[in-house]
């Protein structure tokens, strides 16, 4: 059923607001996901403050002309999703997309996204999506700082149990 101008407009819109106030936006192309896969995805997405939406291309190219963001080196072919949100952590809907893309095979692929207000590509947002959650990069990072600490505590302990010998 063919949509009227009013319903377009509120779709370009809503893409707007999603975009603009997501933390990150990944685009995905998806073909031949069955209805169970996708709705296992939108369920592990919402749980971590990713929407996930479908829309037409050319809704989405008009959004983003909306925002004043060049895309024409973006390939939006075949079938695509929009990805956005992921609250203080800017990495989350990269990371959960290229988790399921893993998971589904070829059936998920990046296309590339909207990274702190820019437009990025594939490898680019490719790369977004290998770096950690922020609640693991903050135990790497207590673990680097606790680790020498750790490392003395050891020496000593050592040492103490030598003399004590």
């Known amino acids: 059923m063919a949509k009227t101008k009013e319903q377009k407009a509120a779709i370009i819109e809503k ?27 939108r369920r592990a ?11 037409k291309k050319t809704l ?6 909306k925002l004043g963001l060049k895309h024409e080196e973006l390939p939006l072919e075949g079938e695509v999703a929009l990805a956005s949100g992921g609250g203080e952590d ?4 990269a990371r959960l997309i290229h988790e399921f893309g893993k998971k589904l095979a070829d059936k998920l692929t990046i296309l590339g996204g909207i990274f702190e207000g820019k437009l990025v590509g594939q490898t ?4 977004i999506a290998t770096i950690p959650s922020l609640a693991t990069l903050r135990g790497m990072f207590v673990n680097v700082i606790n680790s020498p600490i750790a490392g003395l505590a050891v020496a000593l302990k050592a040492i103490a149990d030598q003399r004590n010998s």
């Open 15 to 41: 893409l707007e607001r999603v975009l603009k106030e997501g933390a990150s936006s990944v685009f995905v192309h998806f073909t031949k996901v069955t209805v169970a896969e996708e709705s296992a995805m």
């Open 60 to 65: 989405i190219r008009r959004a983003l002309d």
């Open 90 to 93: 800017v990495t989350a809907a």
């Open 124 to 127: 680019a947002m490719q790369e």
């Open 45 to 55: 997405l919402k749980k971590d403050g990713v929407s996930y939406m479908v829309a």
